[in-house]
């Protein structure tokens, strides 16, 4: 499957495009974001279970986000019972099922990595009587964490663009991972772009928050207005993985027709 190559810019561009999605329907959106928000609250609630039902049920809600921004780029409004749609055909639920269990796998495989090589300056964060030092623990974390978060950016990359190329197009996992890290890449500087825009924003975000508290105004309250915005920004982060799918893959390999909205009656 041919991707096409970008230039840098393409990065900003999805991230615009992204927002013009959101404002055609932003209460969808607004609601899906709020959803998926909730879904991912839940997930820490229940330790360790929690988080890999989240790992495996990625693949699958980023489909769902980019059937609604199909619904959406063609003019259709989201209806509530359009959001299960994507995931009625059970091959394409299994598939899908299948790609999170390999993501789960590749995660737990970058950080088994990335720790193995720390194990001796880890242990030395624990004294012979069993207690952990706080401070020589966090010390000895960076290298760990600095190494899984190298690994994991190409693990992003292998299955940024899989869920589509599974859902849509019916690709065999192991093509959709190396299509995926081919696209990217190919468009390495363009994804550069769109990961250093979003840090920036998200950012500035926060910095806007910590100006207010620092006007006297109380954390708690702060924390109630930046809630919807970041509702917002978020939901305008899953929009934006549409156009990035669309302008690599989209112009030789359009996805399926749209399949008509349904009352829902």
């Known amino acids: 499957m041919q991707a096409a190559i970008l230039p840098i810019t393409a990065g900003w561009n999805w991230i615009l495009d992204g927002f013009r999605l959101f404002k055609r329907q932003p209460m969808a959106m607004f609601f899906w974001s709020l959803l998926t928000g909730f879904l991912i609250t839940v997930s820490y609630l229940v330790p360790l279970f929690g988080q890999i039902a989240l790992i495996i049920s990625t693949p699958l809600l980023t489909f769902v986000t980019l059937s609604a921004c199909r619904h959406i780029a063609a003019g259709r409004p989201m209806l509530l019972s359009m959001w299960a749609e994507p995931l009625r055909d059970r091959q394409t639920r299994r598939r899908l099922l299948?790609?999170?269990l390999a993501y789960m796998g590749f995660c737990l495989a970058a950080g088994?990595?990335?720790?193995?090589?720390?194990?001796?300056?880890?242990?030395?964060?624990?004294?012979?009587?069993?207690?952990?030092?706080?401070?020589?623990?966090?010390?000895?974390?960076?290298?760990?964490?600095?190494?899984?978060?190298?690994?994991?950016?190409?693990?992003?990359?292998?299955?940024?663009?899989?869920?589509?190329?599974?859902?849509?197009?019916?690709?065999?996992?192991?093509?959709?991972?190396?299509?995926?890290?081919?696209?990217?890449?190919?468009?390495?500087?363009?994804?550069?772009?769109?990961?250093?825009?979003?840090?920036?924003?998200?950012?500035?975000?926060?910095?806007?928050?910590?100006?207010?508290?620092?006007?006297?105004?109380?954390?708690?309250?702060?924390?109630?207005?930046?809630?919807?915005?970041n509702i917002i920004v978020a939901a305008v982060l899953y929009c934006s993985f549409y156009p990035a799918y669309i302008s690599v893959f989209g112009a030789n390999y359009p996805s399926p027709e749209v399949p008509p909205a349904t009352s829902g009656r």
């Open 112 to 229: 088994f990595i990335a720790t193995l090589p720390f194990m001796d300056t880890l242990m030395t964060a624990i004294d012979a009587d069993g207690e952990i030092n706080p401070n020589a623990l966090f010390s000895a974390m960076q290298g760990p964490l600095i190494t899984f978060g190298l690994l994991y950016v190409l693990i992003s990359a292998l299955f940024w663009h899989a869920p589509a190329l599974i859902g849509w197009h019916g690709i065999k996992m192991s093509q959709a991972l190396f299509f995926s890290m081919v696209a990217c890449w190919r468009n390495k500087w363009a994804f550069l772009a769109y990961g250093t825009s979003w840090a920036a924003i998200f950012f500035a975000v926060q910095m806007i928050g910590t100006f207010i508290a620092g006007l006297g105004v109380s954390p708690s309250f702060v924390q109630i207005m930046l809630t919807p915005v």
């Open 98 to 100: 299948g790609l999170g």
